[in-house]
């Protein structure tokens, strides 16, 4: 029997990346930036929404970052962020000298608290420190409850960020993900929906956020013949070759969402009838999700010793990959200093919590394995 090992987050090729790298090269246009970066930018533009701006970029990390640069964060400004995320949603507030004030999740969404979030800010403000920005993530693309966050932050006048980095092809009552806060970001990288092999995107509102980015993003240069700059750079603007791929992907970004939300049905169709196992659900039909990746919870049973550990355990000896959800930031070791809002609900989560195979390149034989090492798991 076929063995090779079925990962969590794979993407698919369409066939078409390669003659699209093939014209860049051909063109010799191979540095950052060129037209398939701007091609790419349109093909986003046009998939998201009237009046937005995209700029390409080399990861979703440094989307972040410029977002944080763009909305004037300096050292020692508090900035809010889901605690329950990637690292990469919060290292970039480190990177301004910036401080990060964690917040809990709800446990409809798994994504921030709106109440725990307004607690945070009042006392917050109380104490003389208003946060400058809030940082919100759609978990493995999963919408967040976007009406209430946003009449929050819109109430105290704080800017978001939303990190759709899992989340393109999601949106909330029928508005893309990536579309609602002063900044969104995505990411490219090799285990999203769609890939540049690594890459990431700004998304605002206005021509000169966009500019002003690719100033930042290509080493600050001001107008002269020579290299001059008043301000500090960054190199972080997208390669032509990175966007070559990112034009084939995008031919394939339906059909990925299509595939994955087709895994989250076979999914469900196992864990409808498994006692201790819950897969995540969409709340109701506003919440429409990628399926980026799907997870389960799993309430320990003591009497047999059955609980997520030893179910990820029987699916490493099956080579399928499985992995516990993000540990929450205000857990970690490097983040742990910092201010927490909350009450255990992502800490819940993260002890009970496993994400499943979820790639759009699964296959019907990946999927009889993966049913397979589950039903014998619960057998
Ligand atoms: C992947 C990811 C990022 C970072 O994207 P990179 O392109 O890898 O820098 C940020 N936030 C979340 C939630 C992610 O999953």
Not at 29 to 49: C, M, Q, R
Not at 167 to 188: D, E, M, P, R, V
Not at 282 to 303: A, G, H, Q, R
Not at 350 to 378: H, M, V, W, Y
Request: hydrophobic share 35%; proline share 3%; aromatic share 12%.
């Amino acid at each position: 029997m076929n063995n090779k090992r079925i990962y969590l987050s794979l993407s698919q090729q369409s066939g078409f990346e390669q003659d699209y790298v093939q014209k860049a090269l051909d063109t010799k246009w191979i540095t950052s930036g060129g037209p398939h970066v701007d091609e790419f930018e349109k093909k986003i533009e046009n998939y998201l929404a009237d009046n937005l701006f995209i700029t390409a970029l080399n990861s979703g990390t440094s989307a972040i970052h410029l977002a944080l640069i763009l909305l004037g964060i300096k050292i020692g400004d508090e900035v809010i962020c889901q605690s329950m995320t990637f690292s990469a949603s919060a290292n970039p507030i480190l990177y301004q000298g910036a401080v990060p004030v964690f917040i809990d999740s709800e446990s409809d969404t798994w994504n921030i608290c709106p109440e725990n979030l307004e607690i945070a800010i009042k006392d917050r403000i109380k104490k003389g420190k208003k946060p400058k920005a809030i940082i919100t993530v759609h978990l493995y693309g999963n919408p967040y409850k976007v009406d209430e966050v946003h009449a929050i932050a819109d109430r105290y006048e704080i800017p978001i960020i939303e990190d759709s980095a899992e989340a393109l092809g999601s949106s909330y009552k029928g508005k893309k993900c990536g579309t609602f806060g002063a900044f969104g970001i995505f990411s490219f990288n090799g285990n999203k929906i769609i890939t540049t092999s690594t890459g990431g995107a700004l998304i605002s509102n206005s021509k000169e956020f966009k500019e002003k980015a690719i100033f930042y993003a290509t080493q600050s240069r001001d107008e002269a013949i020579h290299y001059e700059h008043s301000e500090i750079g960054y190199n972080y603007r997208m390669s032509n070759i990175c966007a070559s791929v990112g034009l084939g992907q995008m031919k394939i970004l339906d059909r990925n969402v299509k595939l994955r939300r087709e895994n989250h049905n076979f999914y469900r169709d196992i864990f409808d009838s498994i006692e201790y196992v819950e897969l995540f659900e969409s709340l109701n039909k506003d919440y429409f999700s990628n399926c980026w990746m799907n997870t389960i919870l799993f309430e320990p049973n003591i009497k047999r010793n059955l609980n997520r550990e030893s179910l990820r355990l029987a699916l490493e000896i099956a080579n399928i990959e499985s992995r516990p959800l993000w540990k929450p930031m205000h857990l970690q070791p490097f983040f742990k200093k910092h201010l927490y809002y909350g009450n255990k609900i992502a800490e819940n989560l993260f002890q009970k919590g496993l994400c499943l195979p979820s790639g759009s390149n699964l296959t019907s034989e990946d999927k009889n394995r993966i049913e397979k090492a589950i039903r014998n798991f619960f057998n």
